[in-house]
């Protein structure tokens, strides 16, 4: 497979703006499950999208490696969040197989993992990536998932504070 970088940081990043929606969706509907399982996604591809600024990222669900390894070839103005990005994902990746299986050795399933308190955490981690993550264009303003495909979308500048 080849990458095409502008196409796959605007699918990461696709996704990582429609899974904060399906996490707000499942909370309200008091699934906490999928809320967990959707705000550890959202945070993962946001990870994801700035990894493809530079490289294929990798197909495992906790990016956080991958990007403190190629945070060098990124701007240093945009260091400290890639540290905190990293973290992030770091402390959300087990989450993904937990909302999915659960805890096997201990017999537990997803439902008696996770409570509302989880859920909230995690939906609320999700939306500071959210915030803090954006596209822009050559102006500065930020772009909207209908312009993604804008000549003049600055991909640096897919971080901010």
């Given at each position: 497979m080849s990458l095409n970088p502008l196409r796959e940081i605007r699918y990461r990043h696709g996704l990582a703006m429609d899974h904060p929606k399906r996490a707000e969706i499942s909370f309200s509907a008091g699934d906490w499950v999928g809320t967990v399982s959707s705000s550890q996604l959202a945070i993962e591809n946001f990870a994801k999208a700035v990894i493809a600024m530079v490289e294929v990222p990798t197909w495992g669900h906790d990016p956080?490696?991958?990007?403190?390894?190629?945070?060098?070839?990124?701007?240093?103005?945009?260091?400290?969040?890639?540290?905190?990005?990293?973290?992030?994902?770091?402390?959300?990746a087990p989450e993904h197989g937990r909302?999915?299986?659960?805890?096997?050795?201990?017999?537990?399933?997803?439902?008696?993992?996770?409570?509302?308190?989880?859920?909230?955490?995690?939906?609320?981690?999700?939306?500071?990536t959210q915030g803090r993550t954006r596209l822009s264009d050559a102006k500065g303003q930020t772009v909207d998932r209908q312009r993604l495909d804008a000549p003049d979308l600055d991909w640096m500048n897919l971080l901010h504070k």
């Open positions: 956080s490696n991958q990007l403190k390894n190629l945070s060098g070839r990124l701007p240093r103005t945009l260091q400290e969040e890639i540290r905190e990005l990293s973290s992030l994902a770091l402390e959300m909302s999915a299986y659960g805890e096997p050795t201990s017999g537990l399933l997803p439902g008696d993992i996770y409570k509302e308190h989880h859920a909230s955490t995690a939906l609320m981690k999700a939306k500071e």
